[in-house]
Nanobody, 124 residues
Framework: QVQLVESGGGSVQAGGSLRLSCTAS????????MGWFRQAPGKEREFVIA????????LYGDSVKGRFTISRDNAKNTVYLQMNSLKHEDTAVYYC?????????????????WGQGTQVTVSS
């Protein structure tokens, strides 16, 4: 079973940048579509961004397009979430997820493997 571990969370000022990492073990990440989701207290889990196995397709959540990017380094079995122009409303626990699928998805239910989450706090 694929295991995912997020890192890189922390506290940043509004307008700043942060890069999250998600490293996999137990599987070759190049075979999986990868997504990032987030959840703030009292809110439903929200799709952030996802990338296909090949890197040829990227899906964006409406609130992050133009500010966040996703990349993958399959040699390191790692995907990254680069977050720029951070806003207070980006504050949440961020989760990475993986699925062996035919195509990348915005649906949380499509993903089989999840990390434990990492906290991102953006101060005004």
């Amino acid at each position: 079973q694929v295991q995912l571990v997020e890192s890189g969370g922390g506290s940043v000022q509004a307008g700043g940048s942060l890069r999250l990492s998600c490293t996999a073990s137990g599987g070759d990440l190049s075979r999986y579509d990868m997504g990032w989701f987030r959840q703030a207290p009292g809110k439903e889990r929200e799709f952030v961004i996802a990338v296909s196995k090949s890197g040829g397709t990227t899906l964006y959540g409406d609130s992050v397009k133009g500010r966040f990017t996703i990349s993958r380094d399959n040699a390191k079995n790692t995907v990254y979430l680069q977050m720029n122009s951070l806003k207070h409303e980006d504050t949440a626990v961020y989760y990475c997820a993986a699925v062996f699928n035919l195509f990348v998805s915005r649906r949380a239910s499509a993903y089989d493997y999840w990390g434990q989450g990492t906290q991102v706090t953006v101060s005004s």
